[in-house]
């Protein structure tokens, strides 16, 4: 079992920035590769951005990629979001997730791949 807690997030003006982080217990999240989705009010969730174990592959969203970074430090056990430039439509709360890295060094942006969840933080944008 992996257990993951988010934090950092916050109330934070449009234009401003926010770093999550995401640490793991019960297990090394070495062994896995980890993304960040978020969701908004009425909305499905989405992916945002995915790390593989390595750190060697990183993948994010079209429309977010150049706004927001993840990274991670596998002896901190720890996956980071950073954001910036953040908007109101970026108002939704965050999870970080984990999957398996069964399949070698490589990322996933589909929910259904992976099998931990955190509980989530609230991101919210002011105007």
């Known amino acids: 079992q992996v257990q993951l807690v988010e934090s950092g997030g916050g109330l934070v003006r449009a234009g401003g920035s926010l770093r999550l982080s995401c640490v793991g217990s019960g297990r090394t999240l070495s062994r896995f590769s980890m993304g960040w989705f978020r969701q908004a009010p009425g909305k499905e969730r989405e992916f945002v951005a995915a790390v593989s174990w390595s750190g060697g592959t990183i993948v994010a969203a079209d429309s977010m990629k150049d706004r927001f970074t993840i990274s991670r430090d596998n002896a901190k056990n720890t996956v980071y979001l950073r954001m910036n430039s953040l908007k109101p439509e970026d108002t939704a709360v965050y999870y970080c997730?984990?999957?398996?890295?069964?399949?070698?060094?490589?990322?996933?942006?589909?929910?259904?791949?992976?099998?931990?969840w955190g509980q989530g933080t609230q991101v919210t944008v002011s105007s």
């Open positions: 997730a984990a999957a398996p890295a069964s399949l070698g060094d490589i990322v996933y942006t589909t929910l259904d791949k992976y099998d931990y």
